[in-house]
Structures are given as C-alpha cells and as structure tokens.
Nanobody, 123 residues
Framework: VQLQASGGGLVQVGGSMKLSCAASGRTFSGVVMAWFRQPPGKDREFVAALTWDGRRKGFADAVKGRFTIPRDNADNTVYLEMNSLKPEDTAVYYC?????????????????WGQGTQVTVSS
C-alpha cells in the first residue's frame, strides 16, 4: 500500500486549505482512511477518519464543524478540507489507512502511512 499526501503550505488565520491522500497498491474496499497531525513539539493526534464507503465519519473535537473528509473512490483519493483555520492547526498532517470499519483514533491502529505534509497557519 502506498499513500501519497499532498496539498500543504502556508495559510492565514481564517483561511482554508485542502489536503489530498492518494492510495494505491491494492483494492480499498473495507478499509478506513484517517488523517492525523503532529503539531510542533507534540505527539501525533487524530484529526478525522472515514470508512471507504463513506457511511461513517469521525472527527476530533478540535476540528468538528471546520474540517470535512470527502473522498473520490474512483481515484482512490481521500481529502481533508480545512476551513476557518487557526494557528493551533499548524502541524505536519499525515494520512493513514487500516483494514476494517472501526474509526480508531489511535495512530497505533494504522499500519500504513503516507509522508507528512506541513500546514502552517499564520496570524
């Protein structure tokens, strides 16, 4: 499995940004795709996840109402749409994948990871 994350950069407070995670290397029915982030000097934390069929989604409290996690099954791509960005959203963002249907929030439950992409929210 290969996960290719892209779309990070610098954005101002209150702005929006969209990250992409393209998956390849196998079929992706029956999996969960998630986004995690690691702020400077902190541990990696859960951001959002969804089942590949899109029926179930979950979000960290810190991003509820601001972030969405749309997908494009035809391209095996999951996105993280981030709105109303805050300085505390500054982090390296990672996409991750696991088999099954449980929306685990622990990074240890995800065996496959993409490379990180830096998101910096400036004030």
């Amino acid at each position: 499995v290969q996960l290719q994350a892209s779309g990070g950069g610098l954005v101002q407070v209150g702005g929006s940004m969209k990250l992409s995670c393209a998956a390849s290397g196998r079929t992706f029915s029956g999996v969960v795709m998630a986004w995690f982030r690691q702020p400077p000097g902190k541990d990696r934390e859960f951001v959002a996840a969804l089942t590949w069929d899109g029926r179930r989604k979950g979000f960290a409290d810190a991003v509820k109402g601001r972030f969405t996690i749309p997908r494009d099954n035809a391209d095996n791509t999951v996105y993280l749409e981030m709105n109303s960005l805050k300085p505390e959203d500054t982090a390296v963002y990672y996409c991750a994948l696991r088999d099954g249907s449980l929306l685990h929030t622990s990074s240890h439950e995800y065996p496959w990871w993409g490379q990180g992409t830096q998101v910096t929210v400036s004030s």
